[in-house]
């Protein structure tokens, strides 16, 4: 009989299962039960995105294409990214296309980190930053964000992180799980600490498109000076609605985006040759798509905000993402027993701040990327389990 536990790596072995996913087996075994914890559009791919799929598939495009992407898909990338966000970047050098933005983040991650160098993290944040972190023998350096600061990394705790082993640092805004956002005066105090260092910087900025305040979304990359040190992260999968087509970039400095590149060669190959020519089409096309949903999510951002602090729970304002973070700290009991309690009692499946880090205690995460009538199910079944237990 093989000892598996004496042969697989400990590294991999001691990495703790997503806290996301903790219910979800749970709620597919309830008839009546409503979840508002998964974070994936409710939207359809928009037509014009899955004909162009189903055409490329129709005419033969059937075969591998360049390790760092059809060269269009490159192309519309850049124009895309500087049309919208003002930044440019050559499309030959600087872009990756990777099987979604989480691939985008380990090639980062594991290029750039050798073992012993700290990564900083601001938490609550999207949970793969810290595994990936390990798995390339780096040290994650947690820094907690606060709800008095809005859930923004603020210069002075970063600087108060960084070490003479401090080799990189991510920046997870607009964030999930909070929402939170950074503006452009946040962005330039982060960078003043930065600048003058060896620090590179991960920008995960996969919910850009998804902003609800006047100040629209401004890439980390387009601050004075930053551009050299940043590799931004983005894709397909939550402003067009994508998530199955499995499609991101990274956009960066030549010799890290040639590193990722090298990497993802021998992993992946490349990414899936339908979701490529579906995300030219994405690119060129669908502004007016991504639009009208941002304009539905905003909508909804308003109601399950208002519905939490009716029923009497104080709810952080998001300005980002498809999140909210309300707290239940009046109630007495932890993320997970809230959690577990509200799915067995009233089948509503949310997910624990603890999920996204240890600062996540009294929190729970819940996505508005549902319909309103499932949100308003779920939040008068809430309501109805806050009133049984205050």
């Known amino acids: 009989m093989i000892d598996y536990d004496k042969l697989v790596s400990p590294v991999a072995a ?12 749970v709620v597919n075994e309830m008839d009546d039960a409503i979840s508002l914890g998964v974070g994936e559009p409710d939207f359809i791919t928009p037509w014009t995105i899955r004909e162009a799929g189903i055409y490329s598939l129709e005419k033969g495009q059937t ?54 160098d700290e990564v900083i993290i601001p938490e609550p944040s999207f949970v793969c ?24 990394l603020t210069p002075e705790q970063l600087k108060a992180a960084i070490t003479d082993k401090t080799k990189l640092l991510i920046l997870p805004f607009p964030n999930n799980p909070t929402g939170a956002v950074m503006s452009k005066s946040d962005l330039e105090a982060i960078a003043d600490v930065l600048d003058g260092t060896d620090i590179l910087v991960l920008s995960d900025e996969i919910y850009g498109e998804l902003r609800y305040s006047e100040e629209g979304h401004i890439p980390f990359s387009k601050i004075k000076n930053m551009r050299d040190r940043t590799v931004v992260v983005n894709g397909f999968s939550k402003a067009f609605a994508m998530t199955g087509w499995r499609l991101g970039y990274a956009l960066g400095p030549a010799p890290i985006i040639k590193l990722m590149t090298k990497v993802h060669q021998y992993g992946i190959m490349s990414s899936p040759t339908t979701s490529q020519y579906a995300a030219i089409e994405a690119l060129k096309s669908c502004d007016n798509d991504v639009e009208e949903m941002c304009r539905e999510y905003n909508y909804r951002r308003r109601f399950i905000v208002d519905g939490f602090r009716e029923m009497g ?71 109805k389990f806050v009133e049984n237990h205050r």
């Open 63 to 116: 075969y591998y294409t360049a390790n760092a992407g059809l060269l269009e898909l490159r192309e519309e990338v850049c124009r895309y990214n500087s049309r919208k966000f003002g930044v440019d970047y050559d499309y030959k050098s600087e872009v990756l296309i990777t099987v979604g933005g989480s691939e985008a983040i380990d090639l980062m991650v594991r290029c750039v980190v050798r073992p012993g």
């Open 14 to 25: 001691n990495i703790p299962p997503s806290g996301i996913r903790k219910f979800f087996d």
């Open 313 to 383: 729970l104080a709810c952080f304002e998001p300005y980002g993402a498809f999140y909210v973070f309300p707290s239940i700290k009046s109630l007495g009991m932890t993320s997970d027993e809230f959690c577990t309690r509200l799915l067995e009692e009233e089948h509503v499946a949310v997910v624990p701040g603890t999920a996204f880090g240890k600062c996540g205690e009294g929190f729970i995460r819940c996505s508005y990327a549902y319909s309103i009538e499932n949100i308003s199910e779920a939040l008068e079944r809430i309501k």
């Open 129 to 152: 930053y810290k595994p990936c972190t390990v798995l390339a023998g780096g040290v994650p350096v947690v820094i907690e964000t606060k709800e008095e600061d809005d859930f923004r």
